[in-house]
């Protein structure tokens, strides 16, 4: 259903059942509470999944089958979704979108807001000089100093504690800075067949360059990415300037319940 759901999709999302099993874990995808739509012969016309934490839910994928799309079915299962969302006493849901994908207008027309824009951004490490004060550290020593250095900031569903905890491997790596001259940061990052994964970074701005140059060393110049980086992100600038550049850009959008009609 989900390869059917994404045919043609603007990236590849093809998922073996090894990637499903990932992201159905790591995101903690609800099952229960996700919807599919079929005809009256039981033919597959769509599906949603929904993510849930706590009070809060996220959209973690949504999509219609080719020969059914444009016929009002989307419309159909995103207020099917939110209606099992809701009555599951959730208080918001939330997704990305790329900003080209039209499915945006039916997440609008169903009461989701823009809330800002992310970048999903790789390239190859060139601009980044290594610093003292850098080092090696357990993964989880890493993502804790990220969590202290985010001070509380709503980060999008994909760069949680949550999810960057659970998608610590054995390979995974963690990396701090800190220099004399109150420069900090730490960054998590895991290498996979298409190259290195920043899984997440946070820190002071002259952070940046010392924590890539470390990734770069580590893992021979491959390509580097980093999913859903927000766009007024403080380190946002700093990536693009290491060499990293804007591959898509993604809307996320809220929806609060108490500020959405009924369905």
């Not at 989701?112 to 357990?138: C, M, P």
């Not at 290195?196 to 946070?202: C, E, K, P």
């Not at 403080?234 to 500020?259: C, N, S, T």
Request: net charge negative; glycine share 10%.
């Amino acid at each position: 259903m989900w390869s059917l759901a994404y045919t043609d999709y603007f990236a590849n999302l093809e998922f073996d059942e090894r990637r499903m099993a990932s992201h159905l874990a790591l995101h903690d995808i609800d099952l229960a509470r996700s919807i599919v739509i079929e005809s009256d012969d039981r033919e597959f016309i769509g599906l949603s999944l929904l993510g849930v934490r706590g009070a809060r839910g996220w959209v973690g994928g949504f999509g219609i089958e080719p020969k059914h799309r444009k016929q009002g079915y989307s419309q159909i299962l995103i207020r099917s979704q939110l209606a099992v969302a809701r009555g599951a006493g959730l208080g918001s849901v939330q997704l990305e979108v790329l900003m080209q994908n039209w499915v945006s207008k039916t997440y609008e027309r169903a009461g989701f807001n823009h809330h800002r824009q992310l970048f999903v951004i790789k390239g190859r490490i060139e601009n980044a000089d290594r610093a003292s004060g850098t080092e090696l550290v357990s993964p989880r020593v890493a993502l804790q100093q990220i969590q202290q250095l985010r001070c509380g900031q709503v980060w999008p569903w994909q760069r949680e504690f949550a999810t960057v905890s659970q998608s610590l491997t054995a390979t995974s790596v963690g990396i701090t800075v800190s220099t004399p001259d109150g420069t900090t940061g730490a960054l998590v990052c895991d290498r996979d067949e298409n190259g290195v994964r920043i899984l997440d970074i946070a820190g002071s701005s002259g952070s940046v360059g010392a924590l890539l140059a470390v990734v770069r060393d580590l893992f021979d110049d491959r390509e580097t990415m980093l999913v859903n980086e927000p766009a007024d992100s403080d380190l946002h600038p700093y990536l693009l300037g290491a060499g990293l550049k804007p591959i898509w850009i993604q809307r996320e959008m809220v929806l609060h319940f108490d500020l959405a009609p009924e369905y």
